[in-house]
């Protein structure tokens, strides 16, 4: 049952492998294709038919059918002889049925593919047929199917040079696999030993015409198929092979029975053989386990560890030499025993009986009683080795920590009975407390490894060490130095501690006193300093300030002398305790570079500078009563002359706006206003006289009048400036007046308009203003209008008008209205009836020189009329007063 399922699930994988190849090179269907249509006309042959196409021939299932029953040999269910879709499905369903029954799992084949011609279903149906019923018996060596035919190749072709079978493709693409297979069953048909393995033609052409013509298996593949095909298909090839089998299964029947024969009687040879072997390698064994379980009882005792230690190289050399070769015959007995007892039994022969006393059992007890021995004799070799080991250990311990104490206590004692801590300085004591410090925890490291030596002396005196009398001197010598060690570290350290304290108490008064000292010496250096600092005041008040501060700083005097003495009374403490305890001061306060004399000289320094800071103060303050007089007269007359300056301004520039009277008025009155401020020139000489005065006093400042004389002669120049401007004004507008003929109603009438747009009231129009003002006056500027009325009134682009600019423009373009009317009065006279005007009347109307100038004007514009030379009247306005001007 285990072996058919076996082939069921081989059967499978088989199916599985089908399904992959359904993917393949079409040059292997072709193989299949012809492989399978061979294989199958061999058999339907027996039944009197064949196919001639593979796929075509089965698809009405009944060829299938009879197929089936050939190689079965059993008889199938009545096929369907219609001719119908059905029933062939129907025949094809039975013979599918009777596949599946005999074990065979169809993956993905149905009957319907194979009804309708599918060549690569049908091919792998016919496949599993091979499969199934010529290959599943073959068994060779426990193996069967794929595996038993691979192993059948292999054997018969293992003799053949160049043949080397490891699969069913390109292991036979040379031939000489399939001419070996026919040399070693019929040697008669085949010459082998002229066949060349680089004439696969040949090779495959012999064979398979052989094969057709002596053994009866039709010619499956083609030698060209197989050389030009890289892999020939594995199917095809198995399929073709597994004739050869099949052929030589009788013969393979007589050479295995024979064989079977030589196996039982060179198994009984075996068998024989083994036996003496046994009884031989028994015999040994015991022999030496008798002779070496005396040598491993033996528990003679050594005192060297030398001695232990030969007897443990012996041991190990039994281990390593001696004992592995008998365990090897040991093993090699026991497995020749149970070898021999399976081939007894699978011959069936009695058991094999040992001679007393060498069973297996009896083996192993001795074998049991040596390992005890050998166990006994190891542990109380580790033993003996511990045990002495342990004391060479405990004694070599003892010599190595003995030599690092004493190196260590080296100097220790001189060092620790030292007296330089009488002539060290504080941080010098701290250091050597420190150092003290770490001393002492290192003596006491040191306590664990004086307690080690001690033990471990007194383990050697329980184990009766050889040399126990010399460790026990050297121990006792290392304690008692330590003794001596311990009482001079404590001696030492009561030393420092009370020179550490010492030195403390006068660290302190040292910190102390120049805790004090530093202040108070900077108190006096600033003194000194403030003192005879050169002070540069302006001012009454700031006198009056640093004579309240001088006479506070005498007021602190008497407490700051307090605290002179109290610094000094310090020093004095420390130069005290110096003598009293004699102690050896190495150098000076280390806290401060200030010395007692160092604050007495100060101090004296400050008394001498006080009363010359008072005689300083006095003359300063008489300086700054005579300046704040000079101020205050200056002043008077500056709050008088620059509120006088301001208004005389405003009231020119009333004038100049408003519209009172004529402009002669204006004038008139202008002018009596320019001799008013000459006349006023005297005080401005006097208040100038005031400020050289106030500047060879260094007088900077005068909080008693907010005008300086910058601000006056500034004003004043102003007003000069302006009053001379004014009156030029005036007396500009009356020539542009009378020059233009303007009336003194339309003056009124211009100024009333600046006066309006002037927003800002500074006698000026932005050019904002300017543009609002013109067209409220009924002008219809562009922009470039705008511009160019602007480069007439402000020529030097300064972005304003002035009224006199205003005026001027405003005059011009009155004047220009006469002259275009005085222009065309003139154009009619000279062209009478007439709308042009040629250069002959001009001659006779005009002087010479004047008709040829206007003539000569005249040109670039002529012909512009249709009458040749003759000019229209915007031409003639144009060559007299330019594009522009009119």
Not at 263 to 275: G, I, R, S, W, Y
Not at 568 to 577: A, P, Q, R, V
Request: net charge negative; with cysteine.
């Amino acid at each position: 049952m285990d072996h058919y399922d076996g082939e069921t699930n081989d059967y499978r994988q088989q199916e599985d492998d089908w399904d992959r190849d359904l993917l393949l090179d079409p040059a292997w269907e072709k193989q299949q294709r012809k492989t399978f249509t061979a294989w199958c006309n061999s058999h339907l042959r027996k039944a009197g038919t064949q196919i001639e196409n593979i796929e075509e021939d089965f698809r009405d299932g009944l060829k299938l059918m009879l197929l089936l029953e050939v190689i079965s040999g059993e008889r199938l269910a009545k096929p369907e002889r219609g001719k119908m879709r059905v029933h062939k499905i129907s025949n094809v369903n039975k013979a599918l049925n009777f596949i599946t029954r005999k074990g065979v799992k169809l993956v993905s084949i149905g009957a319907e593919e194979i009804v309708d011609g599918n060549a690569k279903m049908t091919l792998g149906m016919i496949w599993t047929i091979i499969l199934r019923f010529a290959i599943q018996d073959i068994s060779v060596e426990e193996t069967s199917a794929k595996e038993g035919l691979l192993l059948w190749c292999q054997r018969k072709t293992a003799p053949y040079k160049n043949v080397n079978i490891q699969n069913f493709h390109i292991s036979w693409k040379d031939g000489l696999g399939f001419c070996a297979l026919i040399h070693r069953h019929r040697p008669e048909l085949i010459d082998y030993s002229k066949l060349r393995k680089d004439d696969p033609m040949t090779n495959l052409n012999t064979a398979f015409d052989v094969a057709e013509r002596y053994l009866d298996i039709p010619r499956m593949l083609d030698a060209e198929d197989i050389v030009s095909t890289l892999r020939p298909d594995e199917k095809a090839v198995m399929t073709y092979v597994s004739c050869y089998y099949h052929a030589f299964s009788g013969k393979q029947k007589a050479e295995t029975a024979a064989n079977r024969i030589c196996k039982v009687l060179a198994v009984n040879q075996d068998n024989e053989k083994l036996m003496e072997d046994y009884e031989r390698l028994a015999s040994d064994l015991l022999e030496w386990i008798r002779r070496t379980i005396p040598w491993l009882e033996n528990r003679a005792t050594e005192n060297t560890m030398a001695a232990m230690q030969q007897k443990l190289e012996d041991f190990r050399d039994y281990r390593r030499m001696h004992k592995p070769p008998k365990v090897q015959e040991k093993c090699q007995l026991e497995i020749n025993f149970n070898t021999l007892q399976t081939k007894l039994r699978l011959s069936n022969r009695p058991a094999f009986m040992p001679s007393e006393g060498k069973m297996v059992s009896d083996i192993s007890n001795a074998w049991s009683g040596l390992e005890g021995a050998e166990k006994g004799y190891e542990e109380w070799l580790l033993n003996e080795i511990r045990r002495l080991e342990r004391l060479d250990h405990l004694a070599g311990k003892f010599r190595q920590k003995a030599t690092i104490h004493e190196g260590w206590t080296t100097g220790k004692e001189d060092m620790l009975q030292q007296k330089d801590f009488e002539t060290a300085s504080l941080s010098e004591i701290k250091a050597l407390l420190k150092k003290h410090e770490a001393f002492e925890s290192d003596l006491a490291a040191h306590q664990d490894r004086v307690e080690q030596i001690a033990a471990i002396a007194q383990e050697l005196n329980e184990l009766d060490y050889y040399d126990s009398p010399r460790v026990n001197a050297r121990c006792q010598h290392i304690c008692d130095l330590w003794d001596t060690l311990g009482a001079l570290t404590q001696k030492r350290n009561e030393a420092l501690q009370r020179t550490e304290k010492l030195l403390e108490t006068i660290d302190q008064l040292y910190l102390e006193f120049a805790k004090r000292a530093a202040p108070f010496n900077n108190w006096m250096e600033g003194a000194m300093e403030d003192l005879q600092d050169t002070f540069i005041v302006h001012t009454i008040e700031e006198i009056q300030g640093l004579t309240a501060a001088h006479e506070q700083f005498k007021a602190t005097l008497p407490e700051a002398d307090k605290e002179r003495q109290a610094i000094l009374g310090i020093h004095n403490e420390i130069s005290k305790i110096v003598q009293t305890y004699h102690v050896n001061m190495a150098g000076s306060n280390p806290y401060t570079t200030i010395t007692p004399q160092t604050i007495n000289a100060k101090w004296e320094k400050v008394r001498q500078l006080v009363p010359q800071r008072d005689q300083a103060l006095v003359e300063e303050h008489t300086r700054q009563q005579d300046n704040e007089r000079l101020r205050k007269q200056f002043a008077g007359q500056a709050n008088v002359i620059g509120p006088w300056i301001q208004t005389k301004m405003e009231e020119i520039g009333r004038i100049s706006i408003e519209m009172h009277g004529t402009l002669e008025t204006q004038l008139t009155q202008l002018r009596q206003y320019e001799k008013n401020i000459i006349n006023y020139k005297p005080k401005i000489d006097q208040l100038e006289g005031d400020h050289q005065l106030i500047q060879e006093a260094l007088i900077f400042d005068n909080k008693h009048t907010n005008y300086t004389m910058e601000h006056i002669r500034v004003g004043w120049e102003q007003l000069l400036t302006t009053i001379a401007r004014t009156i030029n004004e005036i007396e500009n507008q009356i020539l542009t007046r009378d020059a233009k003929g303007i009336s003194q109603e339309q003056m009124n009438e211009f100024r009333a308009s600046f006066n309006h747009f002037d927003r800002k009231r500074t006698g000026m129009m932005d050019a904002d203003d300017f543009k609002t003002c013109l067209i409220s006056m009924g002008y219809n500027l562009s922009e470039a209008e705008f511009a160019r009325i602007m480069s007439i009134v402000d020529p030097n682009r300064l972005g304003v008008v002035t009224f006199q600019a205003f005026i001027d423009f405003m005059s011009r373009e009155a004047a220009d209205t006469d002259t275009a009317d005085q222009v065309m009065a003139s154009f009619k006279v000279l062209a009478g009836d007439k709308n042009y005007i040629l250069a002959d009347e001009l001659r006779r109307e005009l002087p010479p020189d004047q008709a040829e100038y206007c003539i000569a004007r005249m040109a670039p514009y002529t012909g512009r009329d249709a009458v040749p030379g003759a000019l229209d009247y915007m031409s003639f306005s144009t060559a007299l007063y330019g594009e522009s001007d009119l």
